[in-house]
């Protein structure tokens, strides 16, 4: 695009990705993303980098309105990076940010927020992973702005995590879906109604720093 106030995509459907990468070496830069007036959106993500969008990035850009801003289950080596997600759907399950698969993945100077009484189920979800590298954030009014639920090698640097009801929540739902090597490094996680820092125990949760 020419910029992501300039180029803005404009989605009239309530479900369903805008972006759905299926190959490699895709590189999204310099666009907007909304919903029309009127269009709340309930499922689907902006840009969804599915197994095989290895070696791609999204970087410059701008998204409003969101169900799922950026969904990463990329295989290897995947850049979200520079840029601002707001006013989150508030539909169950929304997130600006969800990590659902794969390895590599780095999320990099990205700022989210939202209305202090709408906000969205999650900042940044990962539910799976074997490596994730989240650097120089500032996530705000997001309920859970942090929230881990598998992965392995999460490794969270110099990031804020404000202003929500909990700042990182962590809890495997089971054995099968363990939670380790966790680094979290020059993080603010305060002001929030509930908790933040809050580990579950149930499932397997181990090697948290």
């Not at 689907?44 to 599915?50: E, L, P």
């Not at 169900?67 to 169950?92: C, H, P, Q, W």
């Amino acid at each position: 695009g020419s910029g992501e106030k300039s180029t803005i995509l404009t989605t009239t459907q309530a479900t369903g990705d805008v972006f759905s990468v299926h190959t490699w070496g895709v590189h999204i830069r310099h666009l907007g993303f909304t919903a029309a007036s009127g269009v709340t959106r309930t499922s689907g993500a902006y840009v969804n980098f599915t197994a095989n969008a290895v070696q791609s990035s999204l970087e410059h850009f701008e998204m409003y309105k969101a169900f799922v801003g950026v969904n990463m289950a990329s295989g290897a080596t995947l850049y979200v990076e520079k840029g601002s997600i707001r006013d989150i759907s508030t539909a169950s399950g929304s997130a600006g940010i969800v990590v659902s698969d794969g390895n590599d993945h780095y999320i990099r100077n990205i700022t989210m927020d939202n209305q202090a009484d709408r906000q969205p189920s999650y900042g940044i979800l990962i539910s799976k992973t074997g490596c994730v590298n989240i650097m120089d954030c500032d996530i705000i009014h997001c309920t859970n702005d942090l929230h881990i639920t598998g992965g392995a090698s999460i490794y969270v640097v110099n990031c804020f995590f404000d202003t929500a009801v909990n700042g990182i929540w962590i809890e495997s739902p089971s054995d099968s879906s363990p939670i380790v090597r966790c680094h979290f490094i020059g993080c603010w996680t305060s002001t929030h109604t509930g908790g933040g820092v809050t580990i579950v125990n149930s499932g397997v949760v181990d090697t948290i720093e």
